[in-house]
């Protein structure tokens, strides 16, 4: 049993990548969120901007691990229209009373910014504190 879970959604396979590389980096456990319907292309611009807008409620799959039983967990989080992705929003929302320690990571494709305020807004609505915070650029 490994002491730091890393929880990711990823549409692409790439913010997967960066989870599945910093996993065996810290020795940790890795857990995919899956999504019911996930379009890819153009699709998945529309669709998802639409669920992170409007707030809207993302049923997931794949929670397979006992989320009580890390002192870590690291939350991989793909940036979508400037917020903390729907998948990944609905998961803390789900979940936060078995979440203690939480480290959150940013994946986006902006330069100039590490969207450090998206991870604030997420606070401020879900009045729920992250322990750590880091950000990572893709192409
Ligand atoms: C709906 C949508 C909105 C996005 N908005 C942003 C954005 O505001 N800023 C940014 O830097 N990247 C944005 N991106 C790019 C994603 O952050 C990037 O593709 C993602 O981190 C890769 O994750 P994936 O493995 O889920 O594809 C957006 C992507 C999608 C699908």
Redo the contacts with the bound molecule.
């Keep these: 049993m490994k002491k730091e879970l890393v929880v990711?959604?990823?549409?692409?396979?790439?913010?997967?990548?960066?989870a599945q590389d910093y996993t065996l980096k810290n020795d940790a456990d890795l857990m995919r969120l899956k999504v019911r319907f996930d379009p890819k292309g153009f699709l998945?611009?529309?669709?998802?901007?639409y669920k992170?807008t409007f707030k809207k409620p993302v049923k997931l799959s794949g929670i397979d691990k006992d989320l009580k039983a890390y002192e870590l967990i690291t939350i991989f989080?793909?940036?979508?229209?400037?917020?903390i992705?729907a998948p990944i929003r609905s998961f803390v929302f789900s979940n936060r009373s078995y979440l203690d320690k939480v480290k959150i990571v940013?994946?986006?494709?902006?330069k100039d910014?590490d969207?450090r305020d998206a991870v604030k807004a997420l606070e401020d609505e879900l009045i729920f504190k992250f322990s750590e915070f880091d950000s990572?650029?893709?192409e």
């Design positions: 990711v959604y990823s549409n692409s396979g790439k913010a997967f990548a960066l998945r611009y529309v669709y998802w901007g992170v989080s793909p940036i979508h229209a400037g917020k992705c940013t994946v986006h494709l902006a910014t969207y990572r650029i893709v």
